[in-house]
């Protein structure tokens, strides 16, 4: 459809980290420790991008069936990720979103978020992560409220999805070259474009992110039209 065809909102599985530290001899730990080093990378180059959202699956509610080390890991990775990070996103105009059951968490760390989400409420694009995050529990959660309301269709189970106040999703990428969605934005990715990489998530940069963009710009959407 040519250039003219602009990703407004991406998604990415960011998949890969434990394989990248295994290939490199390295602790599970450090693949999860530079996977957040390449979300920082990519975060500092969204003003580039032109999206207006860049939705992140970082912890999904199957993941609670991981060794309790490494959950324990990802959760203080969390903690300084969002204490070192907040100010650089309130400087960058980045928004802050949740999605997921992310109440769920420890009480110190939905306390912190709390305090991103309200520091970061004004940011001019958006930040959107996916923590204690299930799809199909997101869309029964969504067909429960649409039904307490009065009214099931794809209308009313949209409004009530965490990401009802986003643009529609666009395109959805997945690192590792893994091939499968894992529970992750079914309802919004009917009709994105999917993009999938070998490239192990800790080696994404922005760069990966560009090709990206550049081949969904050539994409014709149909919608299931001809």
């Avoid at 980290?17 to 290939?23: E, I």
């Avoid at 990715?189 to 994404?204: K, N, Q, R």
Wanted: glycine residues 6%.
């Amino acid at each position: 459809m040519g250039s003219d065809n602009r990703a407004r909102h991406v998604a990415i599985i960011m998949d890969g980290n434990g394989r990248w530290a295994k290939r490199h001899h390295l602790p599970r730990a450090m693949g999860h420790q530079r996977g957040v080093e390449a979300v920082r990378k990519l975060v500092r180059s969204l003003d580039s991008t032109g999206l207006e959202c860049l939705t992140l699956y970082a912890f999904s509610s199957e993941n609670w069936k991981r060794p309790e080390e490494e959950i324990g890991d990802l959760m203080n990775l969390m903690r300084r990720f969002i204490k070192s990070d907040l100010p650089e996103f309130v400087a960058n105009d980045v928004r802050l979103k949740i999605i997921g059951d992310w109440k769920g968490l420890d009480p110190d760390i939905v306390k912190m978020l709390e305090d991103a989400l309200e520091q970061t409420a004004k940011g001019s694009r958006t930040l959107a992560v996916a923590l204690n995050y299930g799809s199909q529990q997101e869309i029964a959660r969504a067909a429960s409220k649409a039904a307490a309301a009065g009214e099931i269709t794809p209308e009313t189970i949209a409004a009530h999805l965490d990401t009802a106040d986003l643009p529609p999703l666009d395109l959805l990428i997945r690192t590792s070259g893994e091939v499968r969605l894992s529970n992750f934005l079914l309802w919004q990715a009917a009709y994105a474009e999917m993009w999938f990489t070998d490239v192990l998530w800790p080696e994404f940069t922005p760069r990966h992110l560009a090709a990206a963009l550049e081949e969904f710009a050539k994409r014709e959407r149909r919608y299931g039209g001809r």
